[in-house]
């Protein structure tokens, strides 16, 4: 708390800036644990330690067929929910001889999708009844792992299941039923089920769910004043539209905000990007341009000087 988070892009190292989300809890006990009781294993078991996790700790676990014949998983039952939920379900991995199949369900009707992690590729088996499947992705976090994720809206019940099921094949439905061989199977970590249509950063918890609140930077006293030009200057953001609630990118103001102040924001006026000044310095008044896209990178720039400002995005006009 109270230091700023920066992400990197975790394949070249290169900075991806300062790292603002909004507050997320991880409703999965145990979340990097496989081997806890929380987690009901079918057809498999659990060795711990078994390779090096993506936050560099000997923490990644191993999921193991046995040779029975059916499915071979783990399972988390009936976290509560509501009604009608948005959830989003992720999971890092790392292939060990089988496919991998995570999924959302109540009683067997819910959302499936199978993982080919070695060829980076995914394959989404038809939502069931009364779920509506959301985004899904694979993304790679270097040393052969990847982030799992899918979300989507769920039924009508007040509990969920989630799973890591192993499959012999890039194909077929909600059941992986084989015989297993006894050795194969996948490298696990860091599940983790939160409330929105998209996945943020990780976060671990133990016997307990966990909240992370949400990130506010803001820069002010000398740090802020040495630089300030009160009569001129130009701001710039970059980010990424994830979901298309109404926010501030990026404001300057005498601290209430509700006086003097710049800004760079998102959704007012019909979801359309926006440069707003309401100043004694400068010109007053609204620039929209464009409408917001869900999954899209803008770039932002407004420019204010005394009497004057102009807004630019994307390198339009």
């Given amino acids: 708390a109270g230091v700023a988070r920066f992400d990197c892009d975790p394949l070249t190292g290169n900075s991806l800036g300062l790292l603002i989300e909004e507050s997320r809890v991880n409703l999965l006990t145990y979340s990097s644990d496989f081997s806890n009781a929380v987690w009901l294993k079918t057809g498999a078991t659990i060795t711990t330690a078994a390779i090096v996790a993506p ?10 067929e046995d040779t029975s014949t059916g499915e071979h998983r783990l399972r988390v039952i ?6 009608n939920q948005v959830l989003t ?3 890092y991995v790392k292939p060990n001889g089988r496919y991998l199949q995570i999924s959302m369900d109540n009683a067997g009707n819910g959302l499936y999708t199978i993982f080919d992690v070695l060829n980076n590729q995914y394959n989404n088996i038809a939502a069931s009844a009364g779920w509506t499947r959301g985004q899904t992705s694979i993304v ?15 039924d009508t019940s007040l509990s969920v299941n989630v799973r890591i099921t192993l499959a012999t094949a890039f194909l077929g439905g909600a059941n992986q039923n084989y015989t297993g061989d006894g050795y194969s199977g996948i490298f696990t970590w860091g599940a983790q089920l939160e ?7 990780y976060i671990p918890t133990v016997a307990s769910t966990v909240t992370r609140a949400a990130d506010n930077a803001s820069m002010t006293g000398t740090n802020f004043s040495s630089w300030w030009n009160q009569s001129q200057g130009t701001m710039y953001v970059e980010y990424d539209t994830f979901g298309l609630a109404t926010g501030y990118i990026f404001t300057i103001s005498e601290g209430s905000g509700s006086v003097n102040y710049i800004s760079l924001l998102k959704g007012i006026s019909g979801l359309t990007n926006r440069f707003t000044t309401v100043s004694t310095s400068v010109s007053q008044g609204n620039i929209d341009i464009g409408s917001i896209s869900l999954n899209t990178n803008y770039k932002l720039i407004g420019s204010y000087i005394t009497n004057n400002n102009n807004f630019c995005v994307n390198g339009g006009t």
Wanted: net charge neutral; with cysteine; glycine share 14%.
């Fill in 55 to 64: 936050d560099g700790t000997q923490t990644g676990q191993s999921l193991v």
């Fill in 78 to 83: 009936t976290i509560t929910k509501t009604s």
């Fill in 89 to 91: 379900y992720s999971v």
């Fill in 140 to 154: 790679s976090v270097g040393d052969g792992v990847y982030r799992c994720i899918i979300s989507g809206t769920t």
């Fill in 195 to 201: 409330a929105g249509s998209f996945a943020t950063s």
